[in-house]
C-alpha cells in the first residue's frame, strides 16, 4: 500500500498548528503503517511538494501497490495531473484531508480528486490516517487484490 502526501505537509506540526494541529507527517505515517502492518500490510509513503514527483508515484505504483492513500494537499483543488494518474490506477483510492476543506475558504471546496477517489476521509485530524489505512485494508480485500 502506498501513503502519498503532497505539497507543504512536510511541515505538518509548525504549519498553521491551529488547522492542521501539533503531530509530525512522521507521526501520522507511523500510526498509518501500524495498522497496515497489523493486517499484514507494508505501508510505503512519499512526500513531495513536487506535482511530477507523485504522479511518477502512482505510475510506479501501478505494477506494485494494492491501493493508495493520497493527501494531495493544496494539489487537490486543482491538479489534474494527479487526477489522471489516478485514473490510471486500478486499485482502490482514497482521498485524505486533515482538515474540512468543504468548510473552509471557498477555493479549497472543489477537489479534482473525489471524482477518481473510492472515499473521501476529512476533518478528523491525525486520526484520518489509521481511518483511512483501515478503509483501504476493506476496499483491497473486496477488490481481492
Ligand atoms: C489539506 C487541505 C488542503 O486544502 C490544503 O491545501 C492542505 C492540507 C488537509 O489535509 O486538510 O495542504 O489537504
Do not use: C, K
Request: hydrophobic residues 50%; proline residues 5%.
Amino acid at each position: 500500500m502506498l501513503l502519498l502526501s503532497g505539497p507543504n505537509l512536510d511541515l505538518l506540526g509548525q504549519r498553521e498548528p491551529e488547522i492542521y494541529g501539533t503531530a509530525t507527517l512522521e507521526d501520522h505515517r507511523r500510526a498509518a503503517a501500524e495498522v497496515a502492518a497489523e493486517a499484514g500490510y507494508d505501508l510505503q509513503h512519499l512526500q513531495s511538494n513536487r506535482e511530477g514527483v507523485l504522479v511518477e508515484a502512482i505510475h510506479a505504483a501501478r505494477a506494485t501497490v494494492a491501493g493508495i492513500v493520497i493527501n494531495p494537499g493544496a494539489l487537490t483543488h486543482y491538479a489534474w495531473s494527479l487526477h489522471d494518474a489516478l485514473a490510471a490506477f486500478a486499485g482502490p483510492v482514497i482521498e485524505l484531508h486533515l482538515s474540512n476543506p468543504a468548510a473552509r475558504e471557498a477555493w479549497r471546496h472543489h477537489s479534482v480528486i473525489s471524482p477518481v477517489a473510492d472515499a473521501v476521509i476529512a476533518g478528523l485530524g491525525g486520526d484520518g490516517y489509521p481511518l483511512a489505512v483501515h478503509a483501504l485494508i476493506q476496499l483491497v480485500r473486496a477488490s481481492g487484490r
